[in-house]
């Protein structure tokens, strides 16, 4: 039996993942308003993952016959003066959510639930991931985007590229 303050923070877990998703799409919307069709994919792809890792959280409740009990998604109150503010905000979000999920690891570690830290185990190193990710784009924009020569639309070409992989967890 899953302890329920471990089982209630994973709940809560499902809804800030779709939240991400949400304020993903929110950025690339404002992308797409803005003519940079590669940002506004790369966050696209950005909002699947962010899908596919709420259903994770969600499918390990349901296979541990733990109730999943979902929550009204808030809207995303991002202030996007510049397009280098969705980045530094994209950031500031993924360091929240390994937070979050470092909250979750510490909790299952307090009462041995060794399953639930083995299923998080996957989630810390994404987590290490998107941190990484998020710094390399705002590096590189603030390498490039000044460019005369071209440096932003090559960059928005290259993030138009990206396309979605569905996770695996081992």
């Given at each position: 039996?899953?302890?329920?303050?471990?089982?209630?923070?994973?709940?809560?877990?499902?809804?800030?993942?779709?939240?991400?998703a949400y304020l993903?799409?929110?950025?690339?919307?404002?992308?797409?308003?803005?003519?940079?069709?590669?940002?506004?994919?790369?966050?696209?792809?950005?909002?699947?993952?962010?899908?596919?890792?709420?259903?994770?959280?969600?499918?390990?409740?349901?296979?541990?016959?733990?109730?999943?009990?979902?929550e009204g998604i808030?809207?995303?109150?991002?202030?996007?003066?510049?397009?280098?503010?969705?980045?530094?905000?994209?950031?500031?979000?993924?360091?929240?959510?390994?937070?979050?999920?470092?909250?979750?690891?510490?909790?299952?570690?307090?009462?041995?639930?060794?399953r639930t830290l083995?299923?998080?185990?996957?989630?810390?190193?994404?987590?290490?991931?998107?941190?990484?990710?998020?710094?390399?784009?705002?590096?590189?924009?603030?390498?490039?985007?000044?460019?005369?020569?071209?440096?932003?639309?090559?960059?928005?070409?290259?993030?138009?590229?990206?396309?979605?992989?569905?996770?695996?967890?081992?």
């Open positions: 039996m899953m302890n329920a303050h471990v089982a209630n923070l994973l709940n809560e877990q499902i809804n800030k993942e779709f939240y991400s993903y799409l929110d950025f690339a919307n404002y992308f797409e308003r803005t003519g940079l069709a590669g940002f506004a994919n790369y966050f696209k792809v950005q909002a699947q993952e962010e899908r596919d890792h709420a259903m994770m959280f969600y499918q390990y409740l349901q296979d541990n016959d733990q109730l999943v009990t979902l808030a809207r995303p109150e991002s202030r996007l003066d510049d397009m280098m503010a969705p980045l530094r905000q994209a950031l500031e979000h993924e360091e929240f959510v390994t937070a979050s999920i470092n909250t979750i690891y510490a909790a299952a570690s307090e009462v041995n639930d060794y083995r299923f998080l185990d996957w989630f810390i190193d994404e987590q290490a991931e998107e941190e990484k990710s998020a710094r390399d784009l705002i590096a590189k924009v603030e390498q490039f985007a000044s460019d005369a020569r071209g440096g932003l639309y090559l960059l928005d070409q290259e993030l138009a590229a990206r396309v979605y992989t569905a996770p695996v967890q081992a």
